[in-house]
Every structure is written in structure tokens, then in C-alpha cells.
């Protein structure tokens, strides 16, 4: 090294200048690893990618539809809409004085129907009807309109089957003033003209279910066409 004061070399051991006595300054050697760590400039996040998945109004992928934010917002919109009936077990709680009354009160008529209905099921006793509508609508619209239908009317979504070129969908009926809960089943096609929708009901346990079972498939139908209009 040499003196910053004279220029006169010196040692790496000594401490002053032997020609004019000046402290040495030695420099530090620099951490070459730290001083790149700190003048590197740091990358901005990267900004979220918009989505670039399946198009739900036309895929038959249940799960795209399903997951999409469109039509959490129908679905939840139709959920504000619903409106729920008087179920069996409240018809019994008020049908229950009046059969007490006129001497038939004997046994509780909720316990005669909890055992009647599943014995009625066994034997094969049951009711029902199904549908087939077909519509100039896209997969994924029919798709979302029927979960539409379904959470505006209490009815449960219970399992959806996919196939290869639609799914099948299936979904619990609450029970009402003339029937015990039932099974909605919907089978979905993909046509080279829209969709194909065969639907059917069924009540077990009971011989008739006065008129319930067309209600419900009429409903759906025309869920089906209010619903496909409101999407985006």
C-alpha cells in the first residue's frame, strides 16, 4: 500500500508512514456476496393473471360452472328469491289436534308415517313422472340455470355424475303438505343443437302424490327459461 500523504510505499504491517509518519488507511475489503444482494433491484410482484380457463357457458365440466363467480352470484341472487313451504312435519303438528279431536290420536300420526312411509318403499310403493325439454341453450347456461332453480326452491343439490358429454345431477326434494321428501334426478346432454334435459321425480312410499310430481317438473322447466335469461 502506499501514503496517502507522500505516496512513500509502506508494509502491510505498519501502522504509519515511515516517511513523513502519517496514519495509514487501510480499506476495507468489500463482501462482494452482501454489496450484490443490496444493489440488485428487487422485481415487482407479478401482476394476477386474468382468468383463462374453460368458458362455463359452454363447457360440460360441472366444476367449472360450479366455481366460477358468475354464477356464485346467480345462485345467490336465486337463493334470495326462495320461498319455503309448509313441510309434512309441520302439516302433522297441525293436522295433530284435530285428529285428536274426532278419537284418532291414538298413536302419534309423525310415528305411523315414519314407519309407514319406509315399509311403502319396500313393498315398491311409489309415485312419480319424468320430462324431457330440450333447449336452443349452451351446456354450461342449461347447467347453471338449474342451480339456480334448485336454490331458489329448497331443494338440495346431493350429488352431480359426469359423463363424457354431459353429467347428471341430482338433488333432494323437501318434503310438503302432500308428500315426504323426494329425489329429483336430471340427466344433461350436449346436442349439436343446445342441451337435452330428462328429468324425473320420485316419491317413495306413497301411491299418489297429488299432482306434486308434474308441479315440480313444470317448475324446473320454466326455472330453466327465467334463469338462462338473467345470466351475462
Not at 27 to 48: F, I, K, Q
Not at 109 to 133: F, R, S, W
Request: hydrophobic residues 40%; glycine residues 8%; contains cysteine.
Amino acid at each position: 500500500m502506499f501514503c496517502t500523504q507522500c505516496g512513500k510505499a509502506a508494509a502491510p504491517e505498519h501502522v504509519f508512514c515511515a516517511g513523513c509518519g502519517t496514519r495509514l488507511v487501510r480499506e476495507a475489503a468489500p463482501v462482494m456476496g452482501l454489496l450484490a444482494a443490496v444493489s440488485e433491484p428487487v422485481a415487482a410482484p407479478a401482476p394476477a393473471q386474468p382468468w383463462t380457463g374453460e368458458d362455463w357457458r359452454e363447457t360440460t365440466n360441472y366444476r367449472v360452472v360450479l366455481g366460477h363467480p358468475e354464477v356464485k352470484a346467480l345462485i345467490a341472487d336465486a337463493a334470495k328469491a326462495s320461498k319455503a313451504g309448509m313441510s309434512a312435519d309441520e302439516f302433522m303438528k297441525l293436522a295433530q289436534p284435530i285428529l285428536d279431536a274426532s278419537g284418532s290420536g291414538g298413536v302419534p300420526i309423525k310415528l305411523i308415517a315414519e314407519v309407514a312411509a319406509p315399509l311403502y318403499a319396500k313393498m315398491g310403493v311409489k309415485t312419480g313422472k319424468d320430462a324431457k325439454n330440450g333447449y336452443a341453450t349452451s351446456y354450461g347456461r342449461v347447467l347453471a340455470a338449474i342451480l339456480c332453480s334448485l336454490s331458489s326452491r329448497n331443494q338440495t343439490l346431493v350429488a352431480v355424475h359426469e359423463g363424457t358429454d354431459g353429467c347428471v345431477v341430482q338433488a333432494a326434494i323437501p318434503s310438503s303438505m302432500t308428500t315426504w321428501t323426494g329425489k329429483l334426478s336430471m340427466t344433461l346432454e350436449r346436442r349439436p343443437e343446445g342441451t337435452l334435459v330428462s328429468s324425473a321425480v320420485v316419491f317413495e312410499g306413497q301411491s299418489s302424490d297429488w299432482g306434486r310430481s308434474k308441479r315440480v317438473l313444470d317448475d324446473l322447466h320454466q326455472d330453466i327459461l327465467n334463469y338462462r335469461s338473467l345470466q351475462p
